[in-house]
């Protein structure tokens, strides 16, 4: 940044919220090193201890076979990590020997069964950064984002559904916006009034703000390696002034009336010593605000909040030890858990519904170009139709006809 003439300003609650640090920060500083040196123990640990249970071997063994990577696949044979050496289809005969009456299906054209009838879980997907304002209707777009209005109104309608046993909220964020997260967590506090019981799927990764929304759940589910936590607030900007005076040679200045922060966020400068005590105030009341609803959440005190807190993250695993989360267990594990809190008989049917609900592509298309869905959808279908090879075989000789006619019916007609 500072070779482009650049300056990034940032606050952070506590010493643990580093995700500026890359911005700030030249190395790691002590706490840093700590925070990603035991979040990366943690990992390594939980992938050796999966790995000797599925593979039946001592977790000894298990080290001292990583650790001494690499070597051959019938060194991995060897070792008990690979059962046996073969090729693709030799891998599709072993499945097909391990089922009775079976034939192998393309995966793009397999469907599962669907089920009807019985009891309804209502499972709401949140993934993505957490972000605020209208929904991004751009299908072309590579990112995920957990839109704040989507996931809110999700919550409500699954909340207001009577069928709706309890419900499910697959979270799989990073974080974001403080604003949109409490957004979504009072629409599942919204939902717990309404009687519903919500249980929490941590994804990869559910932290700070992703946690922030988790927080109220009756039961929060992590995988062992989800990355949770990161209790802790940050907020910033960057200053481009430098590089827009020294590359473009421009000249910025700037009329102001009303509060004398009114160019507080502004890029072409610095803070000065008012704005960052004001910032430094409104970062102060966020953590305070997040520790607080954690403590309420989580029925913990604040004091025990903040021993965990900082901005640190840790594995799901760790966050179980330290009261964070619930459990340890993936999606099924969290519908199985949200059965019991519904008093749904572990043999009895249950039929998942997904919130939001998917929407029809055409939709999208529709929303994108400006037209109905309807329009856009015969519109497909139409192209669809027309690039069939029968088709246009059958449109050439009609035209060809229709030449002939026109021929024979006018004689200044050349062909």
Do not use: C
Request: glycine share 8%; proline share 4%; aromatic share 6%.
């Amino acid at each position: 940044l500072r070779r482009y003439h650049m300056q990034a300003q940032f606050e952070t609650r506590e010493d643990y919220k580093n995700a500026a640090a890359t911005l700030t920060d030249r190395t790691f500083s002590p706490a840093h090193r700590e925070s990603m040196t035991s979040l990366m123990t943690g990992l390594y640990d939980n992938m050796l201890a999966s790995i000797a249970a599925d593979r039946e071997i001592e977790p000894a063994a298990v080290r001292a076979a990583v650790e001494s990577t690499p070597f051959t696949a019938a060194r991995a044979v060897e070792l008990r990590l690979v059962d046996r050496l073969g090729r693709p289809e030799e891998a599709a005969r072993a499945a097909l020997a391990r089922a009775e009456n079976a034939e192998m299906v393309e995966f793009a054209t397999y469907r599962a069964p669907t089920h009807s009838g019985g009891r309804v879980i209502a499972v709401v997907q949140g993934e993505g950064a957490i972000v605020s304002g209208p929904e991004n209707d751009d299908i072309f777009a590579d990112d995920s984002a957990m839109n704040s209005d989507r996931i809110a109104e999700a919550l409500l309608d699954a909340s207001d559904d009577e069928d709706v046993a309890a419900i499910v909220f697959r979270v799989s964020s990073p974080g974001g916006s403080v604003v949109a997260s409490d957004q979504i967590l009072a629409a599942l506090r919204t939902a717990q009034e309404r009687g519903k019981k919500i249980i929490v799927s941590m994804g990869d990764v559910a932290a700070s703000g992703g946690y922030y929304v988790s927080a109220y759940a009756d039961e929060i589910i992590a995988e062992p390696s989800t990355i949770t936590g990161s209790i802790g607030v940050l907020g910033g900007k960057l200053i481009i002034g430098g590089a827009m005076d020294h590359y473009l040679s421009s000249n910025t200045e700037t009329i102001t009336v009303g509060s004398p922060l009114v160019e507080m966020f502004s890029a072409d400068r610095p803070f000065n010593p008012a704005e960052r005590a004001a910032f430094a105030g409104f970062i102060d009341r966020a953590y305070a605000q997040f520790i607080a609803l954690v403590a309420e959440g989580r029925e913990m005190t604040p004091e025990q909040v903040r021993a965990v807190a900082g901005g640190r993250v840790w594995t799901g695993q760790q966050a179980l030890q330290h009261g964070l989360v619930d459990s340890l267990g993936g999606f099924s594990h969290a519908v199985a858990r949200a059965r019991a809190v519904a008093g749904i008989e572990e043999d009895a049917r249950v039929q998942l519904r997904f919130y939001p609900a998917q929407e029809n592509p055409f939709e999208s298309l529709g929303r994108l170009f400006g037209a109905s869905s309807e329009s856009v959808e015969a519109l497909v279908r139409i192209n669809a139709a027309l690039s069939d090879p029968r088709v246009q075989r059958a449109i050439s000789v009609m035209r060809e006809e229709d030449a002939n006619v026109r021929a024979e019916a006018d004689p200044f007609i050349v062909r």
